[in-house]
């Protein structure tokens, strides 16, 4: 039985002098740290910089990490530091033209009418919200963490990481809403549409599951809108600078 | 646990969007239901409560699109070529001075042996990595790393001396001081250069437009004698400075299959928020990218262009004997390298 090593197990080899064993730490994680850092920074190159910046952290400070908590605990950490040191020291978070962008990116959702102009909009309604609601949002809501975990990374009360995440998907959601006015009005004139019965117009109905609301974000402008928005806040930005 | 004053808690309405948005259908959402789940009796009063309240209807209408939203996103695929350069970044910070992580055969640093392999250069150490089993102590690499500071301590000392005996007086031993001090001269973090390196002057920088790499440095060494004139002077010195440390350490002089140091190599910066202003002087930020670019002024040149489509600072420089001319492509700021290159130097 050829068991895979853990990721203690192959950090454990590499200070143990195993020239292969960092290699495959990043060969294994690479993806999920490019992933944290690009939903928090919001554009390909600064994330790819802030992987790299966080595997060196890694690789530098091995000899630091003593398990008292998870090696993924101590992952997410690193990428999340690494991501937010990036974004201070280049002044701001940017996003970049997804024409620019040669990643795709991939919809978690199964419905066909999803477009990638819809999880663009996301991205960029992403960027807009607050640092450390992202960053929850990030962790808990796309990585998957569960609160505990996230506050651990975060080293906060795991009533402020749900408090951040709670406000950071608010935040999100009225975010989407700036980019598509248009989607909101036609959503107030479509009133509850499928959502529950008994539900008010324009009240929760109409967010009565994921395919509406997919189906709204669907309804939003193409990538130019979104991403002219998303200009005029970056100018907006650097004027305030 | 539900209740905020007169409203629900945000919780408690984010349980209701999450109820409403389907668990099931939301799993990729990552919506901890465990976490927020509502019992029967209280997840009727709530909803009963954002039935007559707006303020309440429209929180867990906000909750539900955000959830929904993020529900979109997948995880991205990795961009072509990142991780090819993640792993060569690691390799070169473990081979880099200063922090080698790593030393083949167990190799401790300040042994012959470290030494040795110090002389073997970047990247012929990078190729040796591959069959490397040993690893320097952390407590050997600090020692090292002050051993260094020391020594360029005690050559701008002697230089401060011989400033007032006179430099004429030192003789033979300035060549002990110069390369000492010539190698050291920014490892010390200074953002002022030696007096050695003033009076040599700045390294040499050039602006360019669109991408560069090696290929377009051989085309523009013929087109631009002022690239060509700092070429020269870069590849006529390609063996000093590993000569007068050598000569330094009381070692042998390089052999013919020397490519240059380690502590050459320009190195990945430590990932610290920057002192100062992060879009500085370009001087500070070729400094903080390669805190041992030369002390003598002559032996890199930099170029302000683009690397494979960013904008980018490339520090080259001439080494070894046949003459190997290498390239560091760094951000702007200095604080991420973009990728290396090396190949066979033209003479000038």
């Not at chain 2, 010390?188 to 790499?213: I, K, L, M, W």
């Not at chain 2, 490519?259 to 070729?286: C, K």
Request: glycine content about 12%.
């Amino acid at each position: 039985v050829n068991a895979e090593p853990s990721d203690e197990q192959l950090l454990a080899r590499h200070l143990a002098g195993d020239q292969e064993a960092f290699s495959e730490l990043v060969t294994r994680h690479d993806r999920r740290v490019y992933s944290v850092c690009l939903r928090v920074l919001g554009n390909t190159e600064d994330a790819a910089d802030a992987t790299q910046d966080a595997f060196l952290a890694l690789l530098r400070r091995a000899s630091s990490f003593e398990g008292g908590s998870a090696f993924s605990t101590w992952l997410y950490r690193v990428a999340v530091n690494a991501a937010l040191d990036l974004a201070r020291r280049r002044a701001r978070v940017r996003t970049v033209p997804l024409e620019a962008d040669a990643t795709p990116i991939t919809l978690a959702s199964a419905d066909p009418g999803d477009e990638v102009v819809t999880a663009v909009t996301v991205q960029v309604a992403l960027a807009r919200v607050a640092e450390e609601f992202r960053v929850a949002l990030v962790l808990c809501d796309l990585c998957r963490l569960p609160y505990a975990e996230a506050a651990a990374i975060l080293d906060v009360a795991v009533g402020t990481v749900k408090s951040r995440v709670f406000r950071g998907r608010a935040a999100l959601a009225r975010e989407l809403r700036v980019l598509d006015p248009r989607a909101r009005q036609s959503d107030a004139e479509a009133g509850a549409g499928p959502g529950r019965p008994g539900t008010q117009s324009g009240g929760p109905g109409a967010t009565g599951g994921p395919a509406v609301a997919a189906g709204r974000l669907s309804a939003l402008p193409g990538t130019a809108a979104a991403l002219a928005a998303s200009d005029e806040q970056a100018a907006s930005q650097r004027t305030e600078e | 646990v539900t209740m905020s004053g007169a409203h629900p808690s945000h919780e408690a309405l984010a349980a209701l969007a999450a109820d409403r948005n389907g668990a099931g259908e939301l799993g990729s959402a990552g919506v901890d239901t465990g976490d927020l789940a509502l019992g029967p009796e209280q997840l009727a009063r709530v909803q009963e409560h954002v039935g007559r309240c707006d303020r309440c209807r429209d929180e867990v209408a906000l909750l539900g699109e955000g959830a929904a939203a993020l529900a979109m996103l997948g995880q991205p695929e990795l961009p072509a070529g990142l991780h090819d350069r993640l792993i060569s970044a690691v390799r070169e910070e473990m081979t880099r001075d200063g922090a080698p992580a790593l030393l083949p055969g167990g190799a401790a640093a300040g042994t012959a042996a470290a030494r040795e392999q110090d002389r073997a250069g970047g990247e012929a150490a990078v190729v040796d990595m591959a069959s490397a089993s040993g690893r320097v102590p952390r407590r050997a690499r600090y020692a090292r790393r002050w051993l260094g500071w020391g020594t360029a301590a005690a050559a701008v000392i002697a230089l401060a001396v011989a400033g007032v005996s006179g430099l004429s007086q030192l003789g033979g031993g300035s060549g002990e001081a110069d390369g000492a001090g010539g190698g050291m001269a920014y490892d010390q973090g200074s953002e002022q250069p030696t007096a050695g390196a003033a009076a040599a002057g700045a390294v040499p920088r050039f602006p360019a437009s669109g991408d560069y790499n090696l290929d377009r440095l051989r085309q523009d060494l013929a087109t631009r004698p002022d690239l060509r004139a700092a070429y020269a002077a870069s590849y006529q010195r390609r063996g000093e400075r590993a000569s007068a440390l050598d000569s330094a350490e009381g070692g042998p002089p390089p052999s013919t299959t020397v490519t240059g140091r380690q502590d050459e190599q320009p190195r990945t910066p430590e990932v610290q928020p920057h002192s100062g202003s992060a879009r500085g002087g370009g001087d500070a930020n070729l400094k903080r990218a390669c805190p041992q670019v030369s002390s003598k002024g002559a032996q890199e040149i930099v170029i302000d262009a683009s690397y494979r489509g960013r904008p980018a600072m490339l520090v080259i420089w001439v080494q070894g004997d046949p003459a190997v001319v290498f390239l560091r492509a760094f951000t702007p700021d200095g604080c991420t390298l973009l990728g290396t290159e090396q190949g066979s130097a033209p003479p000038p």
